[in-house]
């Protein structure tokens, strides 16, 4: 998203430091129009008609029961975070709304954040600022090449309250270190 586009933050939001609260104030100070509304209902449909946003943040499962119901050419975007999206369940929802989705990859014990997918579509840029990942083979919990898949393990580099030493995560995926197609160079989880 870029400055002139509203999003639309489908997370629970009004608690501080909320999952949402963050997100709708990281968009804010970065200029960007967002909202928050939580819990998905029945009348997200018409909020969404009434505010028009360009984009939706959510979980994949909420995000295709919106996108069925609006249809193509109300959105320019939406972020699935929150939960697993597969590969045809992310297709489905684009074919719903005519929009392209990108993928965030965060947990608790990451600090919410971990990676978010570019318009390559080529895997999650990584937070390299906040938190070391590693792949690493599930059974002998050493390191795997980039590449191979394995199991997601997480160090945390800028905690204070709960830091995270080889935290493993039970999620698997690959690491991919090469220049994105986007031009970007942080590592990518795919």
């Given at each position: ?140 919990c050493r390191p795997l090449p980039d590449g191979e898949l394995g199991e997601v393990v997480i160090t945390t580099l800028a905690r204070r309250a709960m830091p995270l030493v080889r935290y493993r995560t039970g999620d698997l995926a690959r690491l991919d270190r090469t220049t994105c197609r986007c031009g970007g160079v942080t590592a990518r989880l795919g």
């Amino acid at each position: 998203v870029a400055k002139g586009d509203k999003v639309m933050v489908l997370l629970p939001f009004t608690l501080p430091d909320s999952v949402g609260d963050l997100l709708l104030r990281a968009l804010q100070g970065g200029g960007i129009e967002a909202v928050g509304f939580w819990p998905p209902e029945q009348k997200t449909r018409e909020v969404i008609n009434t505010l028009r946003p360009t984009c939706l943040v959510g979980l994949p499962q909420h995000l295709l029961a919106l996108a069925e119901a609006i249809g193509p050419g109300v959105l320019q975007s939406l972020l699935l975070c929150s939960d697993y999206a597969a590969p045809a369940l992310r297709r489905r929802i684009e074919a719903a709304c005519g929009c392209p989705t990108f993928l965030h990859y965060g947990s608790t014990e990451s600090g919410l954040g971990g990676g978010v997918e570019c318009a390559a579509h080529d895997g999650c840029h990584l937070r390299e600022a906040d938190i070391l990942l590693e792949i690493i083979n599930p059974k002998t919990c050493r390191p795997l090449p980039d590449g191979e898949l394995g199991e997601v393990v997480i160090t945390t580099l800028a905690r204070r309250a709960m830091p995270l030493v080889r935290y493993r995560t039970g999620d698997l995926a690959r690491l991919d270190r090469t220049t994105c197609r986007c031009g970007g160079v942080t590592a990518r989880l795919g």
